[in-house]
């Protein structure tokens, strides 16, 4: 069975960091890209990065120059490094596997998800 496990969040500060990770299996790690979405309260589920199975990444504007996404092959997982964290990024934060190996922003494109961890950064 396709699995994802989501894990490393946390409370932090504005200004903190955190690394999230993804421990994927059941699947061929390398043939997959891989995302990571959040869903804030009272929010819509919007992507934040993705990584094609070669490792090209893609962050929407909100997140572009604070976090750094990267993919362990050996290990199956993968990385979201958070660092200048705002109040604005608190969400609970979900990987998810895209159906295809380039990868994409948009949700429609993954088809298993993992269970989420929540981020909560302090004013």
């Known amino acids: 069975d396709v699995q994802l496990q989501a894990s490393g969040g946390g409370l932090v500060q504005a200004g903190g960091s955190l690394r999230l990770s993804c421990a994927a299996s059941?699947?061929?790690?390398?043939?997959?890209?891989i995302g990571w979405f959040r869903q804030a309260p009272g929010k819509e589920r919007e992507g934040v990065s993705c990584?094609?199975?070669?490792?090209?990444?893609y962050y929407a504007d909100s997140v572009g120059g604070r976090f750094t996404m990267s993919r362990d092959s050996a290990k199956s997982t993968v990385y979201l490094q958070m660092n200048s964290l705002k109040p604005e990024d608190t969400a609970v934060y979900y990987c998810?596997?895209?159906?295809?190996?380039?990868?994409?922003?948009?949700?429609?494109?993954?088809?298993?998800w993992g269970q989420g961890t929540l981020v909560t950064v302090s004013s």
């Open positions: 998810a596997k895209d159906r295809t190996f380039y990868g994409s922003e948009s949700a429609r494109s993954y088809d298993y």
């Open positions: 059941g699947f061929t790690f390398d043939d997959y890209s």
């Open positions: 990584i094609s199975g070669i490792g090209d990444t």
